[in-house]
């Protein structure tokens, strides 16, 4: 027995298993599209060096508004929550960037574990098949005569065998395609904590330039003080 055989004679056996894979495309269409195209930025250093130019001749607002040019993609995002609390305490931004983080990898990862799920539940509903088609084969020869035994127990394991081929057929490209997907999640995530990272220490980096000057010229006034209750 073929599969194309197979399959018609065992249609709602089968089943099952097809919409799992169906399932399982839908999710890797998703997944690939959203991974590797949507997420990812194309060159995260010209994007730094954008900002920190920005940044450095006090255009902060000009830095947000590239960020909203881009509102898919989890750096500029964490870049953008670094912007909008750069005036506030540290601890306020700290929990802003974590909270920020923490949508963007639940986005990453989303819906990736589905084909892990969908991996197992088509093996084992291929198990079940080999196991209904061999207790179908047993039962057929028990009532069969002697000249129709052969051909009744050699079709019972083939549907069995198929039905196993079939579950594994549908999960173990899920498992490879699944852990291709995570590794480009967790590389993603890395890349987005890097980036939440050298932003805070960029915002950082221009409070303390804005501030600098302040200090400097307080300190000039004070010594001036100093001087003159001398004099």
């Known amino acids: 027995m073929n599969?194309?055989?197979?399959?018609?004679?065992?249609?709602?056996?089968?089943?099952?298993?097809?919409?799992?894979?169906?399932?399982?495309?839908?999710?890797?269409?998703?997944?690939?599209?959203?991974?590797?195209?949507?997420?990812?930025?194309?060159?995260?250093?010209?994007?730094?060096?954008?900002?920190?130019?920005?940044?450095?001749?006090?255009?902060?607002?000009?830095a947000i508004a590239l960020c909203n040019t881009m509102p898919a993609k989890p750096i500029a995002k964490v870049v953008k929550t670094a912007l909008l609390r750069a005036h506030l305490p540290e601890d306020l931004l700290a929990h802003g960037m974590e909270m920020t983080l923490s949508e963007a990898n639940s986005a990453i990862q989303k819906r990736t574990s589905f084909l892990a799920t969908v991996a197992n539940v088509a093996t084992l509903l291929g198990l079940f098949g080999t196991i209904a088609g061999l207790i179908s084969s047993f039962e057929a020869v028990g009532h069969a005569d002697a000249q129709q035994k052969s051909a009744l127990l050699a079709d019972g394991i083939s549907t069995a065998m198929n039905a196993t081929m079939l579950g594994l057929g549908v999960a173990i490209p899920c498992m490879i395609l699944f852990s291709l997907l995570v590794n480009q999640a967790?590389?993603?995530?890395?890349?987005?904590?890097?980036?939440?990272?050298?932003?805070?220490?960029?915002?950082?980096?221009?409070m303390y330039q804005l501030e600098a000057p302040n200090e400097q010229l307080a300190t000039a006034a004070a010594a001036a003080e100093t001087s003159k209750r001398i004099a």
């Open 3 to 62: 599969m194309i055989e197979f399959l018609k004679n065992n249609f709602w056996h089968v089943f099952p298993i097809l919409a799992a894979g169906a399932f399982a495309v839908l999710i890797v269409i998703d997944r690939v599209k959203a991974l590797f195209y949507t997420y990812p930025m194309k060159a995260p250093e010209a994007f730094f060096e954008r900002i920190g130019a920005m940044l450095s001749s006090g255009r902060a607002g000009d």
């Open 186 to 206: 967790n590389r993603l995530v890395a890349d987005t904590e890097h980036a939440a990272v050298r932003a805070v220490d960029l915002v950082k980096l221009r």
